[in-house]
Nanobody, 122 residues
Framework: QVNLMESGGELVQPGGSLRLSCVAS??????????ISWYRQAPGKERELVAS????????TYADSVKGRFTISRENNKDTAYLQMNNLKPEDAGVYYC?????????????WGQGTQVTVSS
């Protein structure tokens, strides 16, 4: 059984910062063999990709809406990924989900966390 646990979401004022964490657990889970992504979903909207970091080479991609403000990172020795969010805007609000997908030795299924709520409001 593999679990992803997000944390760090809370109410923050516009212009503020938050750091989200995603901790993976599971007896057979090898964190370094997974690509990690952060998604978010606002009420009434579809879930969208925010940022991802590849396990093989740490290649990173960001949604255009967060470039220059968000930073994704990972610490394989801690089975943890992070999303540093700066200069938050009201449109960044939503439930943020961590996603893991094995790339080695073969492509695996999507693994999702339960999400953490980010609210941006004055």
């Amino acid at each position: 059984q593999v679990n992803l646990m997000e944390s760090g979401g809370e109410l923050v004022q516009p212009g503020g910062s938050l750091r989200l964490s995603c901790v993976a657990s599971g007896f057979t889970f090898i964190f370094s063999r997974h690509d990690i992504s952060w998604y978010r979903q606002a009420p009434g909207k579809e879930r969208e990709l925010v940022a991802s970091i590849r396990g093989s080479d740490d290649d990173i991609t960001y949604a255009d809406s967060v470039k220059g403000r968000f930073t994704i990172s990972r610490e394989n020795n801690k089975d943890t990924a992070y999303l540093q969010m700066n200069n938050l805007k009201p449109e960044d609000a939503g439930v943020y989900y961590c996603n893991a997908k094995q790339y080695f030795p073969s492509r695996g299924p999507d693994i999702w966390g339960q999400g953490t709520q980010v609210t941006v409001s004055s």
